[in-house]
């Protein structure tokens, strides 16, 4: 079953978030590798003002009140990130106050440091100064010996859907030649 058969099937064929019907599309959580657990179905409406695309309407949000007792971590994460973004709202403290998630999960929901004063977070920059970001697609500007590997990634290869090093700007992560590497930021260029 693909995953998004997988999602449609679980989420009822609905918003995992707000319950809409309308528009609705695979949501990977990052850092995801896309598998349905690391993803949720959600409506656009929802998308578009998780990843900053829409100015967030604080009522939409009212929807966690019942979403983030969802089964599924890949709910709960978001849910959990959107209350810490929104914590300022009395309502939504009260909420994130109730919400427990176990240790894994929790550190997946941290994972894109949403919880973490703007001086705190991670920045990780691309060789020219472009802010990488979970999910980017970058592409290798010299080549690189792969420790380990046994091969050596080729300037000018496309690394998809990079994840970040939490805890260390000058490194990313990604699959080359199908297999899981750390590469330092000085060395790809961002494709825009």
Sequence with gaps: ??????LKKRS????ELCRSTNELNVYSVEPSKGTSYESAYICKTCEDQIEGKKT???????CLNDSMWNENDAVKVIAWRMLTR??????TQDLLDMLYLEDNILKWAKATGEDEDE??????KDSNGAIL????????IKDLKVSGGGFTAKRGTAVRRISLVQDNAQQIEGRVEGQH???LTQFVKKVN
């Design 119 to 124: 001086s705190e977070k991670v920045i990780h």
């Design 56 to 62: 967030v309407e604080i009522n939409h949000w009212r």
């Design 86 to 91: 929104l914590r300022g709202e009395g309502w």
């Design 133 to 140: 970001n979970a999910g980017d697609t970058v592409v290798l």
């Design 1 to 6: 079953m693909s995953v998004i058969d997988e």
């Design 181 to 183: 590497i750390v590469i």
């Design 12 to 15: 009822n064929d609905s918003c």
